[in-house]
T-cell receptor
């Protein structure tokens, strides 16, 4: 079956530090992969996505590359800001479009 | 204009009561969803509707019943509320999940507390 596993938090970083949040998946076929972000008190928003192997999604300085050989979609940012403090969710949608899986979420706090 | 809206934003109620949460999207999407997020932020899909027809119904208690009067609305009715139903419920929509890489748009959430 399909599943998503992401690193547990919470993660606390100083401003301008490098961020990596690991995400690995198991899936049949070729799923689409997403990172969503949830700011305090709000709903989830799409951060970036990739729909096929070796695709790189990027947005707001965040990047993630769809690695089929390692079944991973790790989220990275070179220099985090206080405003990046949020919960980050890795997600998978099956290639049939009828299976949706979210990771458990990783809480990030960036301190000045 | 808010793309996906939910009402109410907060809901506090007694065990055993029946309550409804409403969701509306003005994006013209064909598919709508309900998710439950527990206190540990774990997010799980409950239901998915495409053009008013149920296409996903995960293993949720039958006390939960989704109702879709039209493709812009997907309401969630909960009978005989239990303490464990306390959570944040998110509505979402997308055009067609079978399209590769289709993005889901989430509402702001309804925070349900059962006392």
């Amino acid at each position: 079956g399909n599943s998503v596993t992401q690193m547990e938090g919470p993660v606390t970083l100083s401003e301008e530090a490098f961020l990596t949040i690991n995400c690995t998946y198991t899936a049949t076929g070729y799923p689409s992969l997403f990172w969503y972000v949830q700011y305090p008190g709000e709903g989830l928003q799409l951060l970036l996505k990739a729909t096929k192997a070796d695709d790189k999604g990027s947005n707001k300085g965040f990047e993630a590359t769809y690695r089929k050989e390692t079944t991973s979609f790790h989220l990275e940012k070179g220099s985090v800001q206080v405003s990046d403090s949020a919960v980050y969710f890795c997600a998978l949608i099956s290639n049939t479009g009828n299976q949706f899986y979210f990771g458990t979420g990783t809480s990030l706090t960036v301190i000045p | 204009d808010t793309a996906v809206s939910q009402t109410p934003k907060y809901l506090v109620t007694q065990m055993g009561n029946d309550k409804s949460i409403k969701c509306e999207q003005n994006l013209g999407h064909d598919t709508m969803y309900w998710y439950k997020q527990d206190s540990k932020k774990f997010l799980k899909i409950m239901f998915s509707y495409n053009n008013k027809e149920l296409i996903i119904n995960e293993t949720v208690p039958n006390r939960f019943s989704p109702k879709s009067p039209d493709k812009a609305h997907l309401n969630l009715h909960i009978n005989s509320l239990e303490l464990g139903d306390s959570a944040v419920y998110f509505c979402a929509s997308s055009q067609d999940p079978r399209d590769i890489g289709e993005t889901q748009y989430f509402g702001p959430g309804t925070r349900l507390l059962v006392l």
